[in-house]
């Protein structure tokens, strides 16, 4: 078992994305494979969950609620914000976070698998420019 937080669900569409964390590439999570409540799964949810190999990439399954939203929240760190002239550099998971929500925004219509390919993209030229911490 792995443990992260959710970075996006969405109720009506049954689906999100987890970030481990340990790192690495979000993981999908179908609303079949959540075991608890999911109007709690709302992102900075802490949960617990197993990792599969899945038909376009990785999936959660065994999706278990440690800890609310609110709660988790309330314990990270949270980063000041100055207007010094200079672009914030995020961190891998700060980046997929807000491209997903970006997505998600301008295209709601894009599925799972799509918003995983075009992130996996732009996260790579995001690399190559260090736009994002290596």
Not at 88 to 97: A, K, M, N
Not at 108 to 127: E, G, M, S
Request: charged share 35%.
């Amino acid at each position: 078992m792995v443990n992260g937080k959710v970075v996006r669900f969405d109720d009506d569409r049954g689906y999100g994305f987890l970030a481990p964390d340990d790192g690495g590439e979000d993981v999908f999570v179908h609303a079949n494979d959540i075991q608890d409540s999911k109007q709690q799964f709302r992102p900075g949810a802490r949960v617990e969950f197993a990792i599969e190999a899945g038909d376009r990439g990785l999936k959660a399954s065994q999706v278990r609620l440690l800890e609310p939203a609110a709660d988790a929240e309330s314990r990270a760190p949270r980063r000041e914000q100055e207007d010094d002239g200079l672009c914030d550099v995020l961190s891998v998971p700060e980046f997929r976070t807000e491209l997903t929500e970006a997505l998600l925004e301008a295209a709601p219509t894009l599925t799972a698998a799509q918003i995983v390919q075009v992130r996996r993209k732009v996260t790579d030229i995001a690399r190559r420019h260090n736009w994002i911490e290596a």
